[in-house]
């Protein structure tokens, strides 16, 4: 075999290997939302909201959603249906949609009788604090700000119920 051969089988370990290194660094580095993160979101008006804002309640649920997202709606609507299941838990809505659409969703959550903030996620940065997610990816912690449960894609108000009654 040739020189080249071997030189471009030389180049192409040493680039694979550094792709597996670099891909195993971010991986790692990747955050762990076992303990509820510090976070800073923006309101509906701009104004920007941490972790330490949240109300001193028994549980807080974050649930990174889309208000296009008929997984995302279909888990509020059973929630806001059983809302005496929720009277201890802060409902925290984490977006990356448009304000405009936010807005819409909020003028629908309104009058239902739960308690909740939406929050806007334009930069993209929830992933930062929380890990991977996709939309819908729902997180209950409890009040000393441990994680409960993390539910991957839409989840049912029963479901999340059954782990803030389960203390």
Known sequence: MSKK????????????ATMLY?????????????????????????QPFTQ?????????LILYFSPDC???TDEMDDIIKNKDWFAQCYILLVSPSSIQQLNAY?????????????????KYQFSNY??????????????????????????TAKNIYSFINAK
């Open 5 to 16: 051969f071997y030189l471009f089988c030389a180049i192409l370990i040493c680039l694979l």
């Open 22 to 46: 670099f891909i195993t660094v971010k991986i790692k580095a990747q955050p762990n939302a076992a303990q509820l993160p510090n976070f800073t979101f923006k309101t509906l008006n701009g």
């Open 52 to 60: 330490k804002q949240l109300p001193e309640k028994e549980h807080h």
């Open 70 to 72: 008929h997984y995302c």
């Open 106 to 122: 909020h003028q629908y959550l309104v009058n239902k009788g739960i308690k909740y903030q939406i929050l806007s996620d334009s």
């Open 130 to 155: 929380f890990g991977p997610a996709n939309i819908p990816t729902s997180y209950l912690y409890s009040r000393n700000k441990q994680l409960v449960k993390k539910f991957n894609g839409g989840t």
